[in-house]
C-alpha cells in the first residue's frame, strides 16, 4: 500500500533553513509527479512545490520563490523540500503528496495520497 513519510520539521529562527524528506514505499516514485503542501495554523491546505516525475519540471507558490527548492531521488524513492530564509509565515505542518498517474502539480482535492506531515516553527 502507499506510504510517505515526511521527516525533517522542527524550530528554527528566521532566516534559517530547514531540509524536509519524503519516503515512499509501497510503489514506485519515479512514475509520479510529487508535491509539499503546507497547512498553516487556522488556514487550509496548500500548495507551496511540485515537481514532475523526472524532476526536470518544477512548480513553487509565489510566497517561496526563491527560498524553496524541490528536488526528487527516484533511486532512493525521496522527495525532497530545500527550505531556506525561513519567515515565520513559513510555519505550519508540510505535507508531501502523490499525484494521479499522469499529472503533476495538481491540486490538494486531487492529491492520489498523502503523508502524516511533519510540524516547522519558524521563530524567535
Known amino acids: 500500500q502507499l506510504q510517505l513519510v515526511e521527516s525533517g520539521g522542527g524550530l528554527v529562527q528566521p532566516g534559517g533553513s530547514l531540509r524536509l524528506s519524503c519516503a515512499a514505499s509501497?510503489?514506485?516514485?519515479?512514475?509520479?509527479?510529487m508535491g509539499w503542501f503546507r497547512q498553516a495554523p487556522g488556514k487550509e491546505r496548500d500548495g507551496v512545490a511540485c515537481?514532475?516525475?523526472?524532476?526536470?519540471?518544477?512548480r513553487y507558490a509565489d510566497s517561496v520563490k526563491g527560498r524553496f527548492t524541490i528536488s526528487r531521488d527516484n533511486a532512493k524513492n525521496t522527495v525532497y523540500l530545500q527550505m531556506d530564509n525561513l519567515k515565520p509565515e513559513d510555519t505550519g505542518v508540510y505535507f508531501c503528496?502523490?499525484?494521479?498517474?499522469?499529472?503533476?502539480?495538481?491540486?490538494?482535492?486531487?492529491?492520489?495520497?498523502w503523508g502524516q506531515g511533519t510540524r516547522v516553527t519558524v521563530s524567535s
Open positions: 515537481i514532475n516525475r523526472s524532476g526536470g519540471e518544477t
Open positions: 509501497g510503489f514506485t516514485m519515479a512514475n509520479y509527479g
Open positions: 503528496a502523490r499525484d494521479p498517474p499522469g499529472y503533476y502539480c495538481v491540486g490538494s482535492q486531487a492529491v492520489d495520497g
